[in-house]
């Protein structure tokens, strides 16, 4: 009987409920929610998924083991008898891939680490330590070591040391899922994909009505919603991608025993989508034209353009397309202008008197987070934007 998996999927602090509410949507029980992160118990098609159709993720990890560490000699024992098959986190084996089947030496692998509260400090330590007890388990077991590979290895280990603990991850997903790969331009300081995404399914947005954002950028908002209405994976083109360049789009594609066709099936699976393609109506805006030009190659390459139209526009001064809809804000901030509560005032009153009938997001950052806007948001979610303090705010405008 193959054993279940303890899987976690990372994500940007603030956006643990929105995660939990999509792993919820795909039939995981219980999601158990953390600072950064939301773990569950599942299998290799549980995992696929994950990687394959979560908006708000940055990376799915596999829990490998998990052991008290007090110094170098405990950390490097623990991996030691790991790789040796005799401490495993799930009962001898990963949903049936043995310690013997992964760590065979002709994977190469790398490690990361992070540190929280430890004594050992020195994270490229830890690092070290770690891989010293998997290559002399290795070099005992098969007489050889496998080859350590920075850029793409085929096992990318991860150790978090939290006080005494240490556990030991397998990151599935390789590349960050916020490669989408519909990014080809970029203006200014985009917003990342998942936290674009977290602003459309924050929204609770019917898919009655346009996707519109006057002040689009290089269009992530629009092509995050797009996708949403559409019922897109993230992962399709990612996928696609790959398989044009004969590259894996995720690190799981290259583990012991994947299972090409059970993927296969995980990505035939129907994904909920608000509208068919032929009423889907996206608007987008800027006052530079440089930003439209990112945002038309884009959407282009999201597959998005042929329903999307952008305009050279003064948001301030530019009335709605239509009557209703989803309308998306990331107003620049991080800048002098944005620490002058007029600012949020007068995007306020752009909302209001403008936007009437329609919903609003709009990432609020800097002086107030948001508070000058002078509208009752009807959900407000504290959320990092990079290195920086944020927040989604939701309005219905009446």
């Known amino acids: ?3 279940p998996l303890s899987l976690v999927a990372t994500c940007s602090l603030g956006l643990e409920e929105v995660l939990a509410a999509e792993l919820a949507a795909l039939g995981v029980e219980a999601p158990a929610v953390e600072r950064g992160a939301v773990g569950w118990q599942g299998d290799w ?21 998990s052991w008290q560490a007090s ?3 405990s950390l490097a024992a623990g991996v030691e008898r790991l790789v040796e098959g005799g401490d495993s986190s799930a009962t001898g084996d990963w949903g049936g891939v043995t310690p013997h089947q992964l760590f065979d ?12 509260g430890s004594q050992m400090r020195d994270s490229r330590w830890v690092a070290l330590k770690v891989k010293d007890g998997i290559v002399d388990a290795q070099r005992r077991i098969y007489g050889r070591r496998a080859s350590i590979d920075r850029e793409l290895p085929d096992l990318p280990l991860r150790i978090r040391l939290v006080r005494k603990r240490a556990t030991l991850l397998l990151d599935t997903s ?9 990014r080809l331009q970029m203006v200014g300081a ?37 996708w949403i209405a559409l019922g897109k994976a993230p992962g399709a083109l990612r996928w696609r991608l790959a398989r044009e360049s004969g590259e894996r789009a995720w690190a799981f594609e290259g583990f012991p025993g994947f299972d090409a066709r059970r993927f296969a099936a995980v990505r035939a699976e129907a994904i909920p989508a608000l509208m068919k393609r032929e009423e889907l109506k996206i608007f987008g805006g800027d006052l530079e034209s440089a930003a439209l030009n990112a945002a038309e190659s884009n959407l282009r390459r999201a597959g998005l353009m042929g329903q999307a139209r952008l305009r050279q526009i003064d948001a301030h001064t530019t009335d709605a397309p239509c009557e209703r809809g989803l309308v998306m804000i990331n107003p620049p901030y ?24 329609w919903r609003a997001v709009v990432v609020a950052g800097d002086i107030g987070k948001g508070k000058f806007i002078g509208l009752r948001p009807r959900r407000r979610m504290p959320v990092k934007n990079g290195p920086l303090d944020a927040r989604i705010l939701v309005f219905d405008l009446f």
């Open 1 to 3: 009987m193959k054993s």
């Open 45 to 65: 098609a549980s995992c696929w998924r994950g990687n394959w159709r979560l908006r708000t993720a940055n990376r799915v990890l596999l829990e490998l083991a």
């Open 71 to 73: 110094g170098g000699d």
């Open 105 to 116: 030496p002709g994977y190469t692998f790398s490690i990361r680490a992070t540190i929280s």
């Open 174 to 182: 390789g590349l960050p899922l916020d490669r989408r790969g519909y």
């Open 190 to 226: 985009p917003l990342r994909e998942q936290l674009a995404a977290a602003c459309v399914l924050a929204a609770d947005w019917d898919g009655k009505g346009a996707i519109a954002d006057p002040m689009c950028g290089s269009g992530t908002l629009l092509a995050e919603a797009g």
């Open 334 to 357: 991080g800048e002098r202008l944005a620490m002058d509560p007029d600012h949020w005032k007068r995007l306020g009153d752009l909302l209001k008197q403008r936007w009437q009938g």
